[in-house]
T-cell receptor, first 114, second 112 residues
Framework: KQEVTQIPAALSVPEGENLVLNCSFTDSAIYNLQWFRQDPGKGLTSLLLIQSSQREQTSGRLNASLDKSSGRSTLYIAASQPGDSATYLCAVLGGNFGNEKLTFGTGTRLTIIP | DAGVTQSPTHLIKTRGQQVTLRCSPKSGHDTVSWYQQALGQGPQFIFQYYEEEERQRGNFPDRFSGHQFPNYSSELNVNALLLGDSALYLC???????????FGQGTRLTVV
């Protein structure tokens, strides 16, 4: 059974700092890994998708890496801004068919202090 | 492109009632999945629909059922509501080939 863990559960940093969010998963047989952002009471916004054959993806100030063999991914946020405050969720895609079920961590709640 | 749209946004039901939630996928997507998110938790997989068939199901009772229509839109039905069914219900759509999931804004269901 796939299990996803995110550390830390909560993080507060001053504006302008660079930061790293961590995600680990127990089963390396994944189809892809996605990082999402969720604002309170809202849906999920996809930030980055890394296919199982890739090592990293970048979008603007965000960079995500994937080490499938060790079951780890990191999300790097450069030059943090107050608008980055949200919960960040990591999810791995797998399942019996290989690509039907996302398994999520419980998220990291990020607060950027102006 | 309207993205994934869900209706209604909020719903209050009484224990024992039945509820239907609706989802329209992102334009061009052929696969719809449903997730339940309790407060402070990550979303949990309910089931996935592809070509109007339930392709895979998570660890949810038979009270949870669904449907996918020929236009790829989908419904989630929950019978005999329990207080514990109170949650944010999220719909995600994707293309079977690429499998990148896009989520709607969710339906907040409160059972009283």
């Amino acid at each position: 059974k796939q299990e996803v863990t995110q550390i830390p559960a909560a993080l507060s940093v001053p504006e302008g700092e660079n930061l790293v969010l961590n995600c680990s998963f127990t089963d390396s047989a994944i189809y892809n890994l996605q990082w999402f952002r969720q604002d309170p009471g809202k849906g999920l916004t996809s930030l980055l998708l890394i296919q199982s054959s890739q090592r990293e993806q970048t979008s603007g100030r965000l960079n995500a890496s994937l080490d499938k063999s060790s079951g780890r991914s990191t999300l790097y946020i450069a030059a943090s801004q107050p608008g980055d405050s949200a919960t960040y969720l990591c999810a791995v895609l797998g399942g019996n068919f290989g690509n039907e079920k996302l398994t999520f961590g419980t998220g990291t709640r990020l607060t950027i202090i102006p | 492109d309207a993205g994934v749209t869900q209706s209604p946004t909020h719903l209050i039901k009484t224990r024992g009632q039945q509820v239907t939630l609706r989802c329209s996928p992102k334009s061009g997507h052929d696969t719809v999945s449903w997730y339940q998110q309790a407060l402070g938790q990550g979303p949990q997989f309910i089931f996935q629909y592809y070509e109007e068939e339930e392709r895979q199901r998570g660890n949810f009772p038979d009270r949870f059922s669904g449907h996918q229509f020929p236009n790829y839109s989908s419904e989630l039905n929950v019978n005999a509501l329990l207080l514990g069914d109170s949650a944010l219900y999220l719909c995600a759509s994707s293309l079977m080939v690429t499998a990148e999931a896009f989520f709607g804004q969710g339906t907040r269901l409160t059972v009283v």
